[in-house]
C-alpha cells in the first residue's frame, strides 16, 4: 500500500514523500526575466512546508517564448546563476526540484515584438494573432529546450519538465485544434508528435542518459478537435520507450472555461479530476506517472495512489494557500485543505499568494 509520507523514488529522483508542488506561474521575476529574492524565497518556502519536491512555473526557453515579461527566461547565462540560489535553498529541506522548460507559442508576448509563433497561422483574439512557424523556426525552439535544460543541469537542478500541455506551443503542436500543418509537423499523432519527440531527444543529448526529464501533457484538451486520450496514451507509449523518466498528466487546452486547467472546484467530487486518465497511462509506461488536478485531502489523496499505479500526486493551488500543508498532514493532521479555487491567487498585479486566507 503507498503512503503520502514514505520515501519513493519518482521519474528518476529520490523523493522523501509523494507530495510535488506542480508548476505555476509566479509572476516574481524581474522584467527581464531574472530571478528575484522575491521567487526564491517563494520556492524556499515551499520546501520548508514539507513538499518532496517542487517543479517550478514556466521558464521561457527563448526570444519568442514568454507569455509576459515577468517570466523567468532561460536563455542567458545570468538564469544559471539565479536559479542555482533557488536550488541551494530548496535542497536544504530535503526538497528536490525540476525546472518546467516551456515556450508559450501562440499564447506569448515574444520580446523583439513579432508576432507570436504556433503551428499554423492562430488567431487567439481579435487584437492577438499567430502565424505558423518555418521548419528552422521549429529547429530553433528545439535546440533553446536542449540549451536550457543544459543550463538546468549546470545550475544543480534535479530534473527538468518539458511543458507538452495547456494549448502552449508543444501542446498546440499536439492538438488538431492548433495544428493545421499539412508536413511531417501536422496530420496524424505521429507527425503532430515529432516535435515534442524530438524536444526530448535534444535534451537528452545535451544532459545525458542519467539526468532526469518529466514531461506534462494532457490527457485530454476538452474542446472539439483536440488531443484524445488515446492519443495521448500513443504519445506517453513513445516517450517512455524513448526514456521519459516521469509524465505528469493533466488536461485542458485553455482557450474556454471548459477547457481551463485550473478551474473552480464546485465539490469534492472534483477530487483527482485527470487521475482516471494518469491512472490510464501509468498501466501502459514503465516511467512514474504524476496526478495533478484539485486534490484538497490527504485521504483523497492516497485513495488515488492505491487505485492503480500513479507514483505521485502534485498540487498547485493549496500549496500557493498554505505552503506548509504538507507538514500539517505529516503531523497527523489530515483536514481539507483551506484552498477554495477561487483563483485569485493568478491575480501578479497584487503580487503572488493566496488573496483569501492571508
Request: glycine share 8%; aromatic share 8%.
Amino acid at each position: 500500500m503507498k503512503t503520502i509520507f514514505e520515501k519513493a523514488n519518482v521519474g528518476a529522483i529520490t523523493l522523501k514523500n509523494r507530495i510535488i508542488r506542480s508548476a505555476t506561474q509566479e509572476g516574481a521575476a524581474e522584467q527581464d526575466g531574472h530571478i528575484t529574492e522575491k521567487l526564491i524565497s517563494i520556492y524556499e518556502k515551499v520546501a520548508a512546508g514539507g513538499a518532496g519536491a517542487a517543479i517550478t512555473g514556466m521558464v521561457g526557453v527563448d526570444e519568442n517564448s514568454r507569455v509576459f515579461p515577468h517570466m523567468v527566461k532561460a536563455y542567458d547565462d545570468d538564469f544559471v546563476s539565479g536559479l542555482s540560489k533557488i536550488v541551494n535553498k530548496v535542497h536544504t529541506q530535503d526538497c528536490k526540484i525540476i525546472v518546467q522548460l516551456a515556450h508559450c507559442g501562440a499564447k506569448a508576448n515574444p520580446d523583439n515584438g513579432n508576432k507570436p509563433l504556433a503551428p499554423s497561422d492562430f488567431v487567439l483574439s481579435e487584437d492577438k494573432s499567430a502565424q505558423s512557424m518555418t521548419k528552422e523556426e521549429i529547429q530553433s525552439v528545439i535546440h533553446s529546450f536542449a540549451l536550457a535544460a543544459e543550463r538546468c543541469k549546470e545550475a544543480g537542478a534535479d530534473g527538468v519538465q518539458i511543458h507538452g500541455a495547456h494549448g502552449y506551443l508543444l501542446s498546440q503542436f499536439l492538438s488538431p485544434f492548433f495544428n493545421k500543418r499539412n508536413d511531417e509537423y501536422g496530420g496524424d499523432i505521429s507527425n503532430r508528435a515529432k516535435i515534442v519527440f524530438e524536444v526530448y531527444a535534444a535534451i537528452r543529448e545535451k544532459v545525458g542518459n542519467d539526468y532526469p526529464i518529466w514531461i506534462k501533457i494532457n490527457g485530454e484538451d476538452y474542446v472539439s478537435e483536440g488531443l484524445s486520450l488515446e492519443e495521448c496514451l500513443w504519445v506517453c507509449c513513445e516517450l517512455d520507450k524513448l526514456g521519459i523518466n516521469g509524465i505528469e498528466i493533466s488536461g485542458g487546452i485553455g482557450i474556454s472555461p471548459e477547457s481551463a486547467a485550473t478551474r473552480k472546484m464546485s465539490s469534492s467530487d472534483k477530487e483527482g479530476v485527470f487521475a482516471q486518465n494518469a491512472m490510464q497511462v501509468a498501466e501502459k509506461v514503465n516511467a512514474s506517472v504524476i496526478s495533478v488536478g484539485w486534490y484538497r485531502t490527504p485521504d483523497m489523496i492516497e485513495e488515488w495512489l492505491n487505485k492503480g499505479k500513479i507514483q505521485a500526486i502534485s498540487l498547485c493551488r493549496p500549496l500557493i494557500c498554505e505552503p506548509e500543508l504538507p507538514n500539517i498532514w505529516g503531523s497527523g493532521n489530515r483536514r481539507k485543505s483551506k484552498c477554495i479555487s477561487c483563483n485569485k491567487c493568478y491575480d501578479f498585479k497584487s503580487g503572488f499568494g493566496c488573496k483569501v486566507f492571508k
